[in-house]
């Protein structure tokens, strides 16, 4: 296998309002989880995948692995996540094949995002050698506040994108940057990357990659799949 996916999903989803773990939680009959790896699953060549979950919830993301790639537990793997996203994605690295030339990080939250978004990724990395980030041009307008919330400037948002995943990189690189990191507030893998002076690049990200972070995003994704809401 030369490229795994790294489907990190130990995030505790406290601004979901649920009771359980964001990824764990049930959006039309499958959870977050389920429905991102369905997505990987389709890729038409085969990808290494491991799933970074919560501790407690290691027994439920195997099942559900199981479910979307029976008799696959050699390729799809589980492993505990860590307290930050930083820490997750590291312990996700470290299961990695030694075959895997590229590795793609993505948030089991951004359930709805579709496989061609998945080999897009995978076949820029390949294409360029750089980190690949898939984003959207911004639509708001931007401002610059200080801790009262008053307005010091603005931002050109012709100049902005905002990223989304999966984010791909060469293996060797990727691994390299997270030993180097020391930092873990990065919000990104390729924030991590650049700080380690990898070139990163964008391509068109998707809409519906949208990442479901409240109950708003959850219902509207209930919408997306032609759905009402339960
Ligand atoms: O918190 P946020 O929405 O930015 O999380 C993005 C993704 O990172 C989610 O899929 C979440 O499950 C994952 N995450 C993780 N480990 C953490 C925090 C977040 O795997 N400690």
């Given at each position: 296998l030369g490229t795994a ?42 990808v290494q ?44 690295l470290?299961?990695v094949l030694p075959s895997v030339d590229v590795v793609l ?17 995978e076949?820029?990395v390949r294409?360029?050698g ?38 791909g990189f060469p293996r060797s690189e990727l691994d390299a ?54």
């Amino acid at each position: 296998l030369g490229t795994a996916v790294i489907v990190v999903a130990a995030g505790s989803g406290t601004r979901l309002g649920a009771a359980l773990p964001k990824a764990f939680v049930d959006l039309a009959g499958q959870t977050l989880l389920e429905r991102s790896l369905r997505s990987i699953m389709l890729l038409p060549s085969p990808v290494q995948v491991v799933v970074v979950a919560p501790a407690d919830f290691v027994v439920d993301a195997q099942a559900i692995a199981n479910t979307v790639a029976p008799g696959l537990e050699e390729i799809v793997s589980v492993v505990v996540g860590g307290a930050t996203r930083h820490d997750s994605v590291a312990a996700g690295l470290a299961q990695v094949l030694p075959s895997v030339d590229v590795v793609l990080v993505h948030d089991a939250a951004r359930a709805l995002t579709p496989t061609t978004l998945f080999a897009d990724v995978e076949m820029a990395v390949r294409a360029t050698g750089a980190g690949i980030v898939p984003a959207l041009p911004v639509v708001d307008s931007l401002k610059q506040v200080d801790v009262t919330g008053g307005v010091l400037g603005i931002a050109d948002r012709a100049q902005l994108r905002a990223a989304q995943t999966p984010q791909g990189f060469p293996r060797s690189e990727l691994d390299a940057a997270y030993a180097a990191a020391s930092a873990s507030d990065f919000t990104d893998d390729a924030a991590v990357f650049a700080a380690q002076g990898g070139a990163v690049t964008t391509i068109p990200g998707d809409d519906v990659a949208f990442k479901i972070t409240t109950a708003w995003d959850l219902n509207r994704a209930h919408h997306v799949l032609g759905g009402i809401p339960d």
